[in-house]
């Protein structure tokens, strides 16, 4: 015979039960009915490859996107077929969907691998790394596709999958470029002259500070008819004086090769090259690397001072000088940069 269960023991399960019940109710009422908010600075999320779920409603907790990881959590115990296929991608969330929409929105990872473009990089620097990352082929197309696009290759970070060709790389990065020149020059095009002095201006210096005022110098010395007198023109063309067309892929595929020497000898500064602007007046005849935005925004809102002259010290400290007779001081006092 079976035993009768104490009253005390009963009312207490039925106690218990009713309220896992109503928490259980609560918590599926309160995720089914959170929406994301309308409100956020910012709708870009990311997940990487090998992210746990945990760490994922945390970050989207820290974004704004969720109230309450822990609860969330919670439901996709019970139901955890909302989080099951979800895969590594760069997303951008859609304002007012609900908190499940959300989580099946991140279903459709866009991307297998990032990218990332340096500031300041030339073309070739940009092979080099393909070659790295993607293969010598995908490289070898992408240098064909943008043997005129030297500084319009925007410098960033691009998410891409199994269907990114070089030729929709290129196009990305070229898309990236004019849509940010358009937010920074009024919708006005950037001039071939602004471009060629803002990758002077990036590989010049290196707080965005000084950018501004070395933009300002720069275009003040070109009205004036002066030599531009710019390290990294030099550098540029000793760079391209090291390669020709039968070791070109060897110079790329060689990741310890300078492409921009910091050592400049006598005899360099008289290489004949219409990049050596110590040399030559004038602005060299296409950019010298992919700027990023500081130094694009510099040459289209310059600062102009009564400095003709700068040198970068071995602090990575601008100095300015009005005069010839300064710029020597600065240079006994200082150092150049090594």
Known sequence: MFKKIPLVLLICLIIITVGVFISYKYVESSVRNEHVPGNLPDYSFSITSGEGVSSILARLQSHGFIKNSAMLSVYLKLYPEYVQDIQAGEYTVTSGISVLELLQSLRGGSFEQKLTFIEGWRREQYLTYLVDQKGEDFAHIFDELTKDDEGRLFPDTYFIDANTTPASLAADMKSNFSTHVDEIN?????????????????????????????????LKRLDEGMNLGADATLQYALANNKITESNRWDVIQDKMFKWWPQE????????????????????????????????????????????????????????YAATLDEHNHNIATYGLMQ
């Open 186 to 218: 009024d919708r006005e095009d950037l001039t071939q002259g602004q471009l060629i002095i803002a990758s002077i201006v990036e590989r010049e210096v290196i707080s965005d500070a000084d950018r501004a005022l070395v933009a300002g110098i720069l």
């Open 264 to 319: 400049i000898t006598a005899d360099d500064l008289q290489l004949d090259s219409p990049y050596n602007t110590r040399l030559y007046i004038g602005i060299p005849p296409t950019p010298i690397c992919n700027p990023g935005l500081a130094a694009i925004r510099a040459v289209v809102a310059p600062i102009i001072s009564e400095y003709y002259y700068y040198i970068t010290d071995r602090e990575g400290i601008t100095r």
